[in-house]
């Protein structure tokens, strides 16, 4: 039943290693879209995959890298974690023709990075 | 620079309460919703609001539009602990489908 779906949700690890994180939607969506949400509550837009194409990209260390092999899922991977790398990571979908663009989110994966 | 200010930033009320939250903006928006999102979970859509001056209710809450479509508030009738968690305003911006988002209304109810 669940909308957009995402494990892990929480991933404890170690400065340097390497991480992913998943997302599913079964809405129906075109679009998909990371947020990182750090501990002051802001919700920044990482990226936004529509119908498995990269359509924005904001500026996000490239140690980060989405990837979408179908327009179903849209995977996070983490490269060299750093301390700062520690948030909660919303995975959210949107309607594929929906004018407000309103946004379905995901349960969080909280990452601590130690 | 911050496109859409929230205010207050943190807010803690009794049971009962009334209170009202803002967004604001020296912007114009095609449409802005809001979104409340509680501990440990994403945040959910609760309006959207897309004409200047619209007022839309969701039981005892009420959400308005500016007739500028530059701010928007919602206010919560008689306030209950189930009302606790951040509020976030978001909007979008002519034909610019990436949404803006306010930086939140942690709010909390006391019973």
């Known amino acids: 039943d669940t909308a957009v779906s995402q494990t892990p949700k929480y991933l404890v690890t170690q400065m340097g290693n390497d991480k992913s994180i998943k997302c599913e939607q079964n809405?129906?969506?075109?679009?998909m879209y990371w947020y990182k949400q750090d501990s002051k509550k802001f919700l920044k837009i990482m990226f936004s995959?529509?119908?498995?194409?990269?359509?924005i990209n904001e500026t996000v260390p490239n140690r980060f890298s989405p990837k979408s092999p179908d327009k179903a899922h849209l995977n996070l991977h983490i490269n060299s974690l750093e301390l700062g790398d520690s948030a909660v990571y919303f995975c959210?979908?949107?309607?594929?023709?929906?004018?407000?663009?309103?946004?379905?989110f995901g349960p969080g994966t909280r990452l601590t990075v130690l | 620079t911050q496109l859409l200010e929230q205010s207050p930033q943190f807010l803690s009320i009794q049971e009962g309460e009334n209170l009202t939250v803002y967004c604001n903006s020296s912007s114009v928006f095609s449409s802005l919703q809001w979104y409340r999102q509680e501990p440990g979970e994403g945040p959910v859509l609760l309006v959207t609001v897309v004409t200047g001056g619209e007022v839309k209710k969701l039981k005892r809450l009420t959400f308005q539009f500016g007739d500028a479509r530059k701010d928007s508030s919602l206010h919560i009738t008689a306030a209950q602990p189930g009302d606790t968690g951040l509020y976030l305003c978001?909007?979008?911006?002519?034909?610019?489908?990436?949404?803006?988002w306010g930086l939140g209304t942690s709010l909390a109810v006391n019973p």
């Open positions: 959210a979908s949107s309607q594929p023709h929906g004018i407000n663009n309103e946004q379905f």
């Open positions: 978001a909007a979008l911006r002519g034909n610019n489908r990436k949404l803006i």
């Open positions: 809405l129906g969506h075109d679009t």
């Open positions: 995959y529509n119908n498995k194409e990269l359509i």
